[in-house]
């Protein structure tokens, strides 16, 4: 068989083991899909023993997707520089590349869903590795207008600084503290870590508009977080939590590892039955 892993720490709960085992299932591969865990003065010689002993691709995840991305040098894809980060690693003529398919994922989510991206007015909410792994995705998909709003609102306007806008198109990119934020937008996107500690973000439910779309880059079992509970009882009618983001950022790896692209839609519905 093919050998994947995803490294992590913490990685228990990581559900790529199954996702890569139902795609292999559904292109006729043989693989087997690992986790690790691994401590971070460790990472750099794991990765290299992994690719050493004969392993064909690796997934990273948190806290690792910056030192995946330093690791591979030059090796990197346009959508891993634009990120500054990478979740997906293999191994070419002895050297490891890496490409971060977090924000094609996120796209590609969108659009099964019918959502439109281009000429839309985005509000990105977080200004953490999770906004800056997207963030290059959503300004490609055409946007005309992203705000990145943040509880420390100085990182927010680093993000907006360092972003580039692709030269075919023009969004506006702004940052913002949650207290400056005005008007209302066509997609809400959650991208912070807040419903893990339960508070609820500060937006004030005038940025919610009844055929706005609200996606939480987080998920859950039953598909609902309290982002998501908080964007519908602000009117909003269209909501999403990430797991169809989860599906098609490895069905990306997936085609990157294996020149194969699966079809992530039905491998969804199966991941959302075995978790609820
Ligand atoms: P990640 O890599 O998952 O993005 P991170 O880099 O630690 O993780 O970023 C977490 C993001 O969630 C940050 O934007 C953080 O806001 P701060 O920059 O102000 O810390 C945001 N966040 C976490 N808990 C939050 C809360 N309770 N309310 C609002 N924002 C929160």
Known sequence: PRIFAVLGNPIKHSLSPRLHTLFGL????QI???RQCVEPANFNEHVRQFFANGGRGLNITLPFKEQAYALAG????????????????WQENGAIHACNTDGVGLVNDM???????????????GAGGATRGV?????????AHLHIVNRTEDKAHALA???TVPPATQAQVTASAFSALQGNWDIIINAT???????????P?????????AYDMLYTASGDTPFLQQARAAGALHTSDGLGMLVYQGAESFRIWNQIEPDAVPVLAALRTELT
């Open 161 to 163: 600084a360092q972003a």
């Open 32 to 34: 087997e899909y690992i």
């Open 111 to 125: 659009l099964r869903q019918h959502v439109t991206l281009r000429e839309s007015r985005i509000l990105l909410i």
């Open 135 to 143: 963030l290059p995705a959503l300004l490609q998909a055409g946007c």
């Open 205 to 213: 439910d005038s940025v919610f508009r009844a055929d706005s779309v």
């Open 193 to 203: 870590s807040s419903s893990l500690s339960g508070e609820p973000l500060p937006l």
């Open 74 to 89: 030059s090796h990197i894809s346009e959508r891993a520089r634009a990120a500054g980060s990478a979740n997906t690693l």
């Open 26 to 29: 559904q292109t006729g591969l």
